[in-house]
């Protein structure tokens, strides 16, 4: 079985430039998250995804940071204009939904994402 | 305000002995935690996980302790092996949000 996909694995923009990153989830996996993963730190959350629905957005700086799950399946995370704090690693995350009592989540190996 | 803290950045461990990886929470509606693994460029990889009803959780060699009073779990590896060298992060969420929070992780390095 596939694991979580991304897309591009690195990238290097200059400052106020936009950049999207690309997900992939695991088949049949209801839940999506993106974190944001800063250097010496854990994984923050910045948006959880139930099938199309953004049932908590609270985390994502929502005048740059932009995301959509169109059919409840890919999820794409959009920055513009990027700053230069917002260089980190975003992680794609995917989890059966809470329905089923699933709590487990699968990361993707993440974008890592330079800005200049 | 750090709700997960895992105080120790790094941990040296001979192969073979056991290697305990500490974490520490704040919130006290955290009830489920989990453990988590993570190679260099790859993303986290699940490890295992513990609910607040129980004390003690194994998995082959890893074994999670949960002490709620003290608000502290920790993770048992043994014996360590040198594949077991990576970061570790602790997570916690409580019932009903799927939020987790995560700790800062602590570098486990196991020595052939």
């Known amino acids: 079985e596939a694991g979580v996909v991304q897309s591009p694995r690195y990238k290097i923009i200059e400052k106020k430039q936009p950049v999207a990153f690309w997900c992939n989830p695991i088949?049949?996996?209801?839940?999506l998250y993106w974190y944001r993963q800063n250097l010496g730190q854990g994984p923050e959350l910045l948006i959880r995804y139930e099938n199309e629905e953004a049932v908590d957005d609270s985390q994502l700086p929502k005048d740059r940071f932009s995301a959509e799950r169109l059919k409840g399946v890919d999820s794409t995370l959009k920055i513009q204009p990027a700053e230069l704090g917002d260089s980190a690693v975003y992680l794609c995350a995917s989890s059966l939904d809470r329905f089923q009592g699933a709590y487990e989540q699968y990361f993707g190996p993440g974008t890592r994402l330079t800005v200049t | 305000d750090q709700q997960v803290k895992q105080n120790s950045p790094s941990l040296s461990v001979q192969e073979g002995r056991i290697s305990i990886l500490n974490c520490d929470y704040t919130?006290?509606?955290?009830?489920?935690f989990l453990w988590y693994k993570k190679y260099p460029a790859e993303g986290p990889t699940f490890l295992i996980s513990i609910s607040s009803i129980k004390d003690k959780n194994e998995d082959g060699r890893f074994t999670v302790f949960l002490n709620k009073s003290a608000k502290h779990l920790s993770l048992h590896i043994v014996p360590s092996q040198p594949g077991d060298s990576a970061v570790y992060f602790c997570?916690?969420?409580?019932?009903?949000?799927?939020?987790?929070?995560f700790g800062t992780g602590t570098r486990l390095k196991v020595l052939a």
């Open positions: 997570a916690a969420s409580y019932s009903g949000t799927y939020k987790y929070i």
């Open positions: 919130n006290s509606m955290f009830d489920y």
């Open positions: 088949s049949g996996h209801n839940t």
